[in-house]
């Protein structure tokens, strides 16, 4: 099914935001929900309750990480969260204040963390991060290469280049892919189990332009491979 789909650039993909709330009225705060309340469905899809790490990033990925931690909760999971930067506008801490409502507790040791959990959600960096990862990041995404335990990444695999991928095969290699809006180019070089798309907010007139095929039922989300 991803063959039928145009995939995204970084400057496309950064596009379709502007173009989301410019022209169609959508608020940062709409989307961030039903991108993580999508992130949280794929995961209840395909994966036993249990206990869920999410490393939470600074940026609008991270935001996506912390709305689908609540929502997790909901579905019945034990999530928790590395989240060792945490910014100060108020739709983080906002949103750092519903995850505290739901008794999501918040990790120090990231090893620790590792060893004691089912599952781990990579929401660190999204489609506009470049460059190489500074501390703590840096140290985090070596604990992610490194784990035996499934990866679910949000968006794209964090570390990743938005438009190469990974080809040096360095990266972190998630077991999902959860791609947001439409995905984005790096998606053709992901090998794992599952390929979801979520986000269920594109008015026709993008989605007839990026391909994106019919929701099933009230689900928001699609399995693409």
Request: one cysteine or more; a negative charge.
């Amino acid at each position: 099914m991803i063959s039928d789909l145009k995939l995204l650039g970084q400057k496309a993909a950064q596009q379709v935001d502007v173009d989301l709330m410019s022209k169609f009225g959508y608020t940062i705060e709409q989307l961030m929900e039903l991108a993580g309340l999508s992130v949280a469905e794929c995961i209840a899809a395909e994966y036993k309750r249990g206990k869920v790490l999410l490393c939470i990033g600074p940026g609008n990925n991270g935001g996506d990480g912390l709305v689908a931690a609540r929502h997790l909760t909901q579905f019945g999971y034990r999530p928790s969260l590395f989240y060792p930067v945490q910014p100060s506008k108020d739709l983080y801490k906002a949103l750092m204040l519903q995850c505290t409502a739901f008794k999501i507790p918040v990790i120090q040791d990231l090893d620790a963390g590792l060893n004691e959990c089912d599952l781990i959600v990579d929401a660190i960096f999204g489609f506009s991060f470049k460059g190489s990862p500074r501390a703590p990041f840096d140290k985090a995404l070596l604990a992610l290469r490194e784990t035996d335990k499934p990866i679910v990444a949000v968006d794209i695999p964090s570390g990743w280049d938005v438009e190469a991928g990974d080809p040096q095969g360095t990266g972190i290699r998630p077991d999902m892919l959860v791609s947001l809006t439409a995905p984005k180019l790096c998606a053709s070089g992901f090998s794992g189990r599952f390929h979801y798309l979520g986000g269920r907010f594109i008015p026709p007139e993008l989605a007839d332009v990026f391909g994106i095929p019919t929701y099933p039922g009230t689900s928001n989300c699609i399995r693409l491979a």
